[in-house]
């Protein structure tokens, strides 16, 4: 069984910067991706980015914007999110599974962490 915390989220203005982290416990060993989803209100959850030990994935949307990194002695995942918009107001949830865009690829969810942006 694996979990998955994710921390970092909160209130932010247009332009502002957030770091999104995400512990991962458990049965780890053999991980082949962790990525990064959003679900705003209404909408469909979507891909934000991934990465596995030999490259990392973007949405278009945040391409330049956000980068994504993993530190392997923590077990942590990071989001790091630039140049924020209001349209990447969302919940944000880390996720480990076979990769891709498809949330249906990924096996394993944390609970979400809230990020508004909002002057």
């Known amino acids: 069984q694996v979990q998955l915390v994710e921390s970092g989220g909160g209130l932010v203005q247009p332009g502002g910067s957030l770091r999104l982290s995400c512990a991962a416990s458990?049965?780890?060993?053999?991980?082949?991706?962790m990525g990064w989803f959003r679900q705003a209100p209404g909408k469909e959850r979507e891909f934000v980015a991934a990465m596995n030990w030999a490259a990392t994935y973007y949405a278009d949307s945040v391409k330049g914007r956000f980068t994504i990194s993993r530190d392997n002695a923590k077990n942590t995942v990071y989001l790091q999110m630039n140049s924020l918009k209001p349209e990447d107001t969302a919940v944000y949830y880390c996720?480990?599974?076979?990769?891709?865009?498809?949330?249906?690829?990924?096996?394993?969810w944390g609970l979400g962490t809230q990020v508004t942006v909002s002057s």
């Open positions: 458990g049965s780890i060993l053999g991980i082949n991706y």
């Open positions: 996720a480990i599974g076979r990769g891709g865009s498809d949330p249906r690829n990924y096996d394993y």
